[in-house]
Structures are given as structure tokens and as C-alpha cells.
């Protein structure tokens, strides 16, 4: 497993934009699948973008596609969901899992599939 650390939030008004990344630790990242998630308050935990470890294949939740972007620098072992476009129901807490996936560079929606995750960064917008 890598350790991974979310960072990026903030305070932001709806309509603007933010970047979250997440910077992970081991030398085996480059082989790892990445998911972002959040969790909004009194709400369960939900998917929004994933990556394959190649960067090659992507998804995103309905609600967030064409306005976020998810993307990888695995020289920096760096993952980064780039938010723009952002609404008050964007708010949350944002937390970036990662699996590896040494055989098959496919992403994974499921955050059952992923064992390592970070502590989260608040993202906030305001309307």
C-alpha cells in the first residue's frame, strides 16, 4: 500500500474553479488505479473521477462530467482533479484512493476496489 495525502481545498464561490491533488508515497504509484471521491455532510460517500494507471482511461460521475478533469504525473507521483464550474453541491470532503493494478491499466468506480486512502481536503462552495 502507498500513503497518500490529499491537498488543494478551499473556500471558493460557485462558478470558480479548484484544483485538489493528491501525492502519494512508494515507488509503485506508477502502477496504481486512483479514484476520487467525497462526502458531503449527512450524505454517503460518493464517486467522482478515477484514473488508470497509465492515465489512459478516465471516468467521471454524471454530475461532474465536462467540468472535472482528473489527471496524473506519475514522475511526481501526483494525481490532480482539476474542479471547474463549481457548485454549492460540489461541497464536501474530497479523498483520493488508490489500488494496485500491475495486470490491468482499467480504472475502478467502486471504492470497495481501492486500499489505500488519504485523510481528505475540504472543498467548499459558497452560492
Known amino acids: 500500500q502507498v500513503l497518500l495525502v490529499e491537498s488543494g481545498g478551499g473556500l471558493v464561490q460557485a462558478g470558480g474553479s479548484l484544483r485538489v491533488s493528491c501525492v502519494a508515497s512508494?515507488?509503485?504509484?506508477?502502477?496504481?488505479?486512483v479514484g476520487w471521491f467525497r462526502q458531503a455532510p449527512g450524505k454517503e460517500r460518493e464517486f467522482v473521477a478515477a484514473?488508470?494507471?497509465?492515465?489512459?482511461?478516465?471516468d467521471y460521475a454524471e454530475s461532474v462530467k465536462g467540468r472535472f478533469t482528473v489527471s496524473r504525473d506519475n514522475a511526481k507521483n501526483t494525481v490532480y482533479l482539476q474542479m471547474t464550474n463549481l457548485k454549492p453541491e460540489d461541497t464536501g470532503i474530497y479523498y483520493c484512493?488508490?489500488?494496485?493494478?500491475?495486470?490491468?491499466?482499467?480504472?475502478?468506480?467502486?471504492?470497495?476496489?481501492?486500499?489505500?486512502w488519504g485523510q481528505g481536503t475540504q472543498v467548499t462552495v459558497s452560492s
Open positions: 484512493a488508490g489500488r494496485a493494478s500491475y495486470y490491468s491499466d482499467t480504472f475502478s468506480v467502486d471504492g470497495l476496489d481501492y486500499n489505500s
Open positions: 512508494g515507488r509503485a504509484f506508477s502502477r496504481y488505479r
Open positions: 484514473i488508470s494507471w497509465s492515465g489512459g482511461s478516465t
